[in-house]
């Protein structure tokens, strides 16, 4: 219990930009409002799945809980691959490309793929490529306001703040699947 406390202190430093250890949210500096309210929700939710997977032993980022589900690290790596996915979308209006797609589908696309790529790896290894995900998606809303945030995405189904919010549902959906799948973990 101390170590977790001690871990989250650590977190908290670490983004002093960000304002986790209040329960509000307001957009970190550099950002535009509605725009750093969501990169302040994100944040709080990537800070929260980090906190309850990084102390995962190999066994425990490996275990598969049957045949059907995902691995923890997989889903690590899902959440960046969403962002990705969104980065194009959203800040270039249009589909990943040829590159991205070699390096992103399997874990955008989980499946039987996944799991058999998807191990053997540390969990600090999952979580860097998605905290480098994370940096570029800050640094490119760092550059838009509230007015790009609201304009429609080339597809027109839906604007650049629903997308963004999206991820960030996105995240915390996941976050509960980690969450169930941890509290599988064998002994």
């Not at 800040?91 to 955008?108: I, T």
Request: net charge negative.
């Amino acid at each position: 219990m101390k170590l977790k406390f001690f871990l989250f202190i650590c977190l908290l430093f670490a983004s002093a930009s960000f304002s986790f250890g209040q329960a509000m949210i307001s957009p970190p500096k550099g950002y535009s409002h509605d725009i750093g309210n969501m990169v302040s929700m994100m944040e709080n939710l990537r800070i929260r799945i980090t906190m309850s997977v990084q102390g995962l032993n190999q066994e425990q980022t490996d275990f598969l809980l049957d045949d059907k589900a995902n691995r923890i690290g997989a889903m690590i790596m899902h959440l960046a691959a969403t962002e990705v996915y969104y980065q194009a979308y959203t800040f270039e209006d249009r589909e990943m490309n040829e590159e991205e797609k070699a390096k992103w589908a399997v874990a955008l696309s989980l499946g039987d793929e996944a799991r058999e790529e998807f191990q053997g790896k540390p969990i600090s290894e999952y979580l860097e490529a998605w905290n480098k995900v994370r940096s570029k998606t800050q640094e490119l809303l760092k550059e838009k306001d509230d007015k790009w945030f609201e304009k429609k995405t080339k597809s027109g189904q839906m604007n650049n703040h629903f997308a963004w919010f999206h991820v960030m549902e996105h995240q915390a959906n996941h976050m509960g699947q980690i969450n169930m799948l941890k509290s599988r973990l064998p002994e």
